[in-house]
């Protein structure tokens, strides 16, 4: 989940594009009835993108999560799949985000490498206005590159 603060003369439709998900879904996650009423200053919990991955031929959940970094577990239960349901080619699977808890002392430049991905990246990923100001305990999304 990325935090975003509403900045002066924002709209929910302009964050909503920023953040390529649909304003509906910010409603939801955040508790809103109004899209026409958001405030300065007021902070939006925007939930962490997902990858889709396409299913290929010969493809098991366990080469599927090797493949992105992630587990079975994480894959079945962001598709709310059982352990034993089939997969087919085609299937298109969400692959859950990775979410990164800031510690202290950590830079951009330290999760970034962690990671083998790129501070602008995060950056971009997480609409990081202040780079060098980094709170412990923020949640970081960390771009996932489709294999």
């Known amino acids: 989940m990325v935090i975003h603060i509403v900045q002066h003369g924002e709209t929910l439709w302009q ?18 009835t109004n899209p026409d009423h958001v405030v300065d200053g007021q902070i939006l919990i925007i939930p962490a993108p997902d990858v889709v991955h396409t299913v290929k031929t010969a493809e098991n959940l366990k080469m599927i999560a090797n493949r992105y970094g992630t587990t079975v577990e994480a894959i079945l239960r962001v598709n709310q ?61 960390i771009p996932r590159v489709q294999p």
């Open 81 to 141: 799949l059982k352990a034993d349901t089939p997969l087919y080619p085609g299937t298109a699977l969400k692959i859950p985000a990775i979410l990164h808890t800031i510690a202290q002392g950590e830079t951009l430049w330290m999760i970034a490498r962690y990671y083998g991905t790129t501070i602008n990246e995060i950056i971009k990923a997480n609409n990081i206005q202040e780079p060098n100001q980094l709170y412990p305990g923020a949640v970081l999304v």
């Open 15 to 32: 964050i909503a594009y920023q953040y390529r998900i649909s304003i509906g879904r910010i409603m939801d996650i955040n508790g809103l």
